[in-house]
């Protein structure tokens, strides 16, 4: 087993006011030849958005986007037709495939939104750009690894053109878990959204993660109620 931490204080920080966003990975302006990607995990943006601001309509290609809203309303809008709302509890992807464009604002005029912004190099290019978008319930996670993502259509969860699972869990305080990896080879990147854990003898608290690849599964607990967001991806 390997083992690399990635605590939250050693991330990349953004602040520009309307956007204050932490980069787990190099990304815009914040550049770390050690910290590029973890295998196929290319970004993983902890964003903050003022009310009534955000992301004006940009293009994506050949990336899978996935957004997790931690709070907050996000308003999604894209070339596709797509015009929706997400919403703490939803999960939103887009494949932005032969090309995209899109725009990502504060639904609300009052209230900041705070979402997780996350990008998986896909395994085939040039596809055809889709949007999906779902709701999970909190129970459905409590103290259980919650499949959210994989690369297969009839799967619980969204897909996406990957091989790579993303999982939740939402584990009681002095509980215990283990995390069974879909494919040895694969590594799993275990980013604590909240509370704090031990995850194999590591001490994780709020927004800190750590990469694992060479095991077959964690083990983890938890010292207080924590939200866990757990990525399995291809390494090579």
């Known amino acids: 087993m390997i083992k690399k931490l990635i605590l939250a204080d050693s991330r990349g920080y953004a602040d520009h006011g309307w956007l204050k966003s932490s980069h787990s990975f190099s990304f815009a ?5 050690d910290q590029m990607n973890f295998g196929a995990l ?5 964003d903050w ?8 309509t940009h293009g994506h290609r050949d990336m899978e986007i996935i957004s997790i ?3 907050g309303d996000l308003k999604h809008r894209d070339n596709m037709g797509n015009e929706t709302v997400i919403c703490s509890g939803d999960i939103q992807v887009m ?5 995209v464009e899109h725009s990502e604002m504060n639904a609300s005029e009052s209230e900041p939104v705070a979402f997780l912004q996350i990008w998986i190099f896909p395994k085939v290019k040039n596809v055809t750009p889709r949007y999906d978008q779902i709701t999970v319930k909190v129970e459905d996670s409590t103290n259980r690894w919650q499949q959210i993502l994989s690369p297969n259509r009839e799967d619980e969860g969204v897909w996406i053109h990957q091989d790579a699972f993303m999982h939740l869990n939402h584990l ?8 069974t990896l879909k494919n040895a080879t694969n590594g799993v990147y275990l980013f604590v959204i909240e509370g704090e854990v031990s995850v194999e003898g590591e001490p994780l608290g709020r927004r800190d993660a750590i990469g694992i690849t060479e095991a077959a599964k964690i083990t983890l ?12 991806v291809p390494m090579a």
């Open 49 to 56: 958005v003022a009310p009534s601001m955000g992301f004006g």
């Open 69 to 71: 809203p931690l709070s």
């Open 42 to 46: 290319r970004v993983l943006n902890d």
């Open 95 to 99: 494949s932005a495939g032969s090309g």
């Open 221 to 232: 607990s938890a010292q207080t109620n924590a939200k866990l967001l757990a990525i399995e």
């Open 172 to 179: 009681d305080s002095q509980s215990s878990t283990t995390y």
């Open 29 to 33: 302006s914040y550049y770390n030849p």
